[in-house]
């Protein structure tokens, strides 16, 4: 069991690394920005993975971040079955990650909390 979990993550990193390298190199959609995997997550039986990526911008360019992901899933697809000689390719399931953005806003509010109690202590 561990070592099948061990294989799953080797993979997962392996399509991470060369999913960025197809991204930055080969997809030439000019709705695919800026964009940034920070994970994948493939299925114990390799059928599917669950990209999760990030993209700078308003909800508008994120949306259009994800369409044109998935629109190129296929390309993308065949370009790691080239690349990493895997018996099955998953398919890609592109995921926003919105833990960066949930991160800064937490940070802000305790920026806030600590001034907020700053402030208090001083008057």
Request: glycine fraction near 4%; aromatic fraction near 6%.
């Amino acid at each position: 069991m561990a070592r099948e979990y061990s294989r799953l993550n080797r993979v997962a990193d392996e399509i991470q690394k060369t999913l960025a390298l197809l991204l930055q190199n080969e997809v030439k959609d000019p709705r695919i920005g800026m964009v940034t995997i920070t994970a994948v997550r493939v299925s114990k039986e390799f059928e599917n993975a669950k990209v999760y990526f990030t993209a700078m911008g308003d909800k508008e360019t994120v949306d259009n971040t994800a369409k044109g992901l998935t629109a190129a899933a296929g390309f993308l697809r065949s370009e790691l079955a080239k690349r990493l000689r895997l018996r099955t390719t998953p398919r890609l399931v592109f995921v926003y990650d919105a833990s960066i953005e949930t991160g800064n806003r937490l940070s802000s509010l305790i920026d806030s909390a600590v001034s907020s109690d700053e402030d208090d202590t001083l008057d």
